[in-house]
């Protein structure tokens, strides 16, 4: 199993930007998906995920409608869509693999975003 | 503010054992499995214990987990000195609809 993120960079406040994971090694379609954040000199914090075919998405409460997460099943891509970014928003942005359990059992090794002008 | 509590820090000499809390709701731990993780610097946060007290294939069995009604703990025996890291609960909240973690434990080995 292998999760690969990208997408990271500086952005303005403000701004938007767009994270993409690159899933391998397992039937990406079988499984939720989810992106998990950790904020400079803070913990890990859930953003959302995504059910297997994309028909359902949970987010947590301060990110709902900023924050869009979707899916290329065929492309095995999951995404986050980040828009009105604030510097609160500045953080290492996982995604992971939701197993049985239910557990997050895997995890890409991370992509930064830094929001600042 | 996490949703759920765990220490701030732990720590123990090489050897010995080392137990670390998690507390939560009805809604979350006392619904759901418990995930434990440890997370080392530099490094993708890594899957210990699931479901609850089931350890994973490649993890040491010197790392345990329990549950009781709303808490959680993680138990590190024969602590060694790459044991050193944060450490994190977390479990999926019904009412909240999404994942919790706890604020993290650093544990150090003396």
């Known amino acids: 199993v292998q999760l690969v993120e990208s997408g990271g960079g500086l952005v303005q406040p403000g701004g938007s930007l767009r994270l993409s994971c690159a899933a391998s090694g397992f039937t990406f379609s079988d499984y939720w998906m989810s992106w998990v954040r950790q904020t400079p000199g803070k913990g890990l914090e859930w953003v959302a995920n995504?059910?297997?075919?994309?028909?359902?998405?949970f987010y947590v409460d301060s990110m709902k409608g900023r924050f869009t997460i979707s899916r290329d099943n065929a492309k095995n891509l999951l995404y986050l869509h980040m828009h009105s970014l604030r510097a609160d928003d500045t953080a290492l942005y996982y995604c992971?693999?939701?197993?049985?359990?239910?557990?997050?059992?895997?995890w890409g090794q991370g992509t930064l975003v830094t929001v600042s002008s | 503010q996490s949703v759920l509590t765990q220490p701030p820090s732990a720590s123990g000499t090489p050897g010995q054992r080392v137990t670390i809390s998690c507390s939560g709701r009805t809604s979350n731990i006392g619904s759901n499995t418990v995930n434990w993780f440890q997370h080392l610097p530099g490094t993708a946060p890594t899957l210990l214990i699931y479901?609850?007290?089931q350890w994973r294939s490649g993890v040491p069995d010197r790392f345990s987990g329990s549950k009781s009604g709303t808490s959680a703990s993680l138990a590190i025996s024969g602590l060694q000195s790459e044991d050193e890291g944060d450490y994190y609960c977390a479990a999926w909240d019904d009412s909240l609809n999404g994942w919790v973690f706890g604020g993290g434990t650093k544990l150090t080995v003396l």
């Open positions: 479901p609850d007290n």
């Open positions: 995504i059910k297997e075919d994309g028909s359902e998405k």
């Open positions: 992971a693999r939701e197993g049985a359990g239910p557990a997050l059992d895997y």
